[in-house]
């Protein structure tokens, strides 16, 4: 037996793997129980095929979601592993606020399962960044640490620092749609030494939960002002359709 194994038996012994949603013991570490993994809603087909909106319905592939024809959004397509619902969002809060950075790996294989269409033909990953000061309050980027778990599994370079918030927005959460894309218009820059970074690029835009789109938006549209030949999107969860 070899010392990591042994180490690794040695740790569950002492502290043993527990779900990551209620903390009951696992078999393996950074996993879900039975009884949690039915909980959340993990997004299969099928989806509208820009923005990856789950249909209740059997559809042909291709099928756009009508916020789509209405209003096509500037990124090329957009994919999230599961719903954000009650079960997710309990992961996406507990990772993104609760320092339960452990859970990273797992929920980057996730993503990274949900988003293998876009990953084959990525150049780089760009994470959504935060303003320096909610950094700073915050001590670490929730998509900064996902782009490099995904980054990690799929060799995928990870451009963390190609995008820049250079206005410190409101949160959004408390906002209508018309006013998240307020809040965040002209919100994103790309600094000039990162240009030749994402100039011809196709990227894939990092992030914890896509809502009504405006973040991903804003910055897939400020990634294509300055080069990028096209920008997706990947996000561990999403609202079932855009509010």
Known sequence: MSWTLLFSRLIDLLLPPLCLLCDEPVPDR???????????????????ARCGTPFDFPVEDGTL?????????PFA??????????????????FKHGDRLHSAKALANWMSLAGADLLGG???LVPVPLHRRRLFARRYNQSAILAQQ???????????????RIRNTPQQKELKRKERKDNVHGAFAVPP???????????????DVLTTGATAQECARTLLAEGAEAVHV??????????
């Open 193 to 207: 030494e990162k240009k030749n970074d994402i100039g011809g690029k196709t990227l894939v835009l990092i992030d």
């Open 30 to 48: 950074a996993t879900l129980c039975p009884d949690c993994w039915k909980k959340v809603q993990f997004i299969s087909h099928p989806f509208c």
């Open 234 to 243: 990947l996000t561990l969860s999403r609202v079932k359709s855009f509010v």
């Open 150 to 164: 995904i980054g990690l599994a799929s060799g995928k370079p990870v451009l963390v620092d190609a995008l820049l």
């Open 122 to 124: 990525a150049d780089a």
């Open 77 to 94: 397509k957009a994919r999230a592993a599961m719903v954000y619902d009650d079960a997710s969002k309990r992961l996406v809060l507990n």
């Open 65 to 73: 979601c009508g916020s789509c024809l209405a209003d096509p959004p």
